[in-house]
């Protein structure tokens, strides 16, 4: 069936540093994605959104970039501060508001 | 934002007991609300679709009578994990959306530890 798929399980930045999370989904008929953060034992936090009518989406510190010649979709960090270690997710919603997600990317900061 | 709670945090049961976990939209009308499961390092699956005052919808896979989910308010969802067992300790994550652009927005979660 669709699924959306992440390419890179861990990542290890340097704080300061940018990062840059990887998601590739194969629905081709999906029009809106989502990134979300999930810190150890909590709820996931929602980041940026975007739509499939946009390539890019900009918010504090974080840009989202869709290409949907490739089904590809990511989530760069600007200047990655230890609060910013967690999991993150990126989701796609479906029929019914309902979400797809995909397997997480866990990013380490380093000190 | 809007702000989900869910009740209890954690809760550790014995095996054959059942467990109720309530979901709640603090500020705002929730029409529909999700149900996820999420294990260990792993993302998370949606269980079921509630909406106020329907039956819920239950996922390929999902035992609904071993899942039990009321939707009886705008306010209000509770999952009851019947006759628990221990392959049923996970992460439960319940997610609220009202109005559009019908953002979920996800309470905090609640660890079932079943004994």
């Known amino acids: 069936g669709e699924s959306v798929g992440l390419h890179l399980p861990t990542l290890s930045v340097q704080e300061g540093d940018n990062s840059i999370i990887n998601c590739a989904y194969s629905?081709?008929?999906?029009?809106?994605f989502i990134w979300y953060k999930q810190e150890s034992g909590k709820g996931p936090q929602f980041i940026i959104d975007i739509r499939s009518n946009m390539d890019k989406r900009q918010g504090q510190r974080v840009t989202v970039l869709l290409n949907k010649t490739v089904k590809h979709l990511s989530l760069q960090i600007a200047a990655t501060q230890p609060g910013d270690s967690a999991v993150y997710f990126c989701a796609e919603k479906a029929a019914g508001n309902k979400l797809t997600f995909g397997g997480g990317t866990r990013v380490l900061v380093k000190p | 934002g809007a702000v989900v709670s869910q009740h209890p945090s954690r809760v550790i049961c014995k095996s054959g007991t059942s467990v109720k976990i309530e979901c709640r939209s603090l500020?705002?009308?929730?029409?529909?609300m999700f149900w996820y499961r999420q294990f260990p390092k792993k993302s998370l699956m949606l269980m079921a679709t509630?909406?106020?005052?329907?039956?819920?919808?239950?996922e390929q896979g999902v035992e609904k009578d071993k899942f039990l989910i009321n939707h009886a308010s705008l306010t209000l969802s509770t999952l009851t994990v019947t006759s628990a067992h221990p392959e049923d300790s996970s992460f439960y994550i319940c997610?609220?959306?009202?109005?559009?652009?019908?953002?979920?927005?996800f309470g905090p979660g609640t660890r079932l530890t079943v004994t």
């Open positions: 629905n081709s008929a999906s029009d809106y």
């Open positions: 997610s609220a959306s009202g109005v559009p652009p019908y953002e979920q927005y």
């Open positions: 500020d705002f009308q929730a029409t529909t």
């Open positions: 509630s909406n106020e005052g329907s039956k819920a919808t239950y």
